[in-house]
């Protein structure tokens, strides 16, 4: 397997701009996590899903953040519009039955909203 | 809340060394800990996941501890390597929850 590949892997943008950040998880994974990483906060949780349903997006900062999952193989973080402290490196992982075990994680999107 | 630590933040050490990184964790009501390795401009790597029943994991040069009551986690490296030279964090599953608590992380540089 390929592992998780995240899409774009860079992308600058002027703010209020729509950015839409795109992943592919493991096949066979039940669990998909998106992750956001910067240098204050450190790598902070903003929403997972169990077989393609939302299960808890209380780490998305505000209602400018969206997420979906419309099959195993595809989900997709959109902000809109895109503010300066939304730049940071958004990171996709996937696991296997309990979400406990092991995550896998993709290579990031670095994202500058300039 | 759980919160966890990491300590130092970042460190420094000749080629050959044995090292230790340190964890802390507030709430001991966890599933496992594991420990990640995080290279620059790079997703995270798992490198060992210690599950509560357990107190050590080994990998190769790695070992982990965990002693869950007194809240800490240690990772050792034996006879650091230049390639060790990255970012370790450290991770806990809280009871009643599909999530992961990390830490802010140890950089780790290793020198010829």
């Known amino acids: 397997d390929a592992g998780v590949i995240q899409s774009p892997r860079h992308e600058v943008t002027e703010m209020g701009q729509e950015v839409t950040l795109r992943c592919k998880p493991i096949?066979?994974?039940?669990?998909l996590f998106w992750y956001r990483q910067t240098m204050m906060r450190g790598l902070e949780l903003l929403i997972y899903?169990?077989?393609?349903?939302?299960?808890?997006d209380s780490g998305m900062p505000e209602d400018r953040f969206s997420a979906k999952m419309p099959n195993a193989s595809f989900s997709t973080l959109k902000i809109q519009p895109s503010e300066p402290r939304d730049s940071a490196v958004y990171f996709c992982?996937?696991?296997?039955?309990?979400?406990?075990?092991?995550?896998?994680f993709g290579p990031g999107t670095r994202l500058l909203v300039l | 809340k759980q919160e966890v630590t990491q300590i130092p933040a970042a460190l420094s050490v000749p080629e050959g060394e044995n090292l230790v990184l340190n964890c802390s964790f507030t709430?001991?009501?966890?599933?496992?800990l594991q420990w990640f390795r995080q290279d620059p401009g790079k997703g995270l790597t798992s490198l060992l996941l210690?599950?509560?029943?357990?107190r050590e994991q080994t990998s190769g040069r790695l070992n982990a501890s965990l002693d869950k009551s007194s809240g800490r986690s240690t990772l050792y490296i034996a006879a650091s390597q230049p390639g060790d030279s990255a970012t370790y964090l450290c991770?806990?599953?809280?009871?009643?929850?599909?999530?992961?608590?990390f830490g802010t992380g140890t950089r780790l540089q290793v020198f010829p």
């Open positions: 709430d001991s009501a966890i599933y496992n």
């Open positions: 899903f169990n077989n393609n349903v939302p299960i808890d």
């Open positions: 210690i599950q509560s029943s357990q």
């Open positions: 096949s066979g994974h039940d669990y």
């Open positions: 991770a806990v599953s809280p009871y009643n929850t599909d999530k992961l608590i």
């Open positions: 992982a996937s696991s296997q039955g309990l979400a406990w075990e092991t995550q896998y």
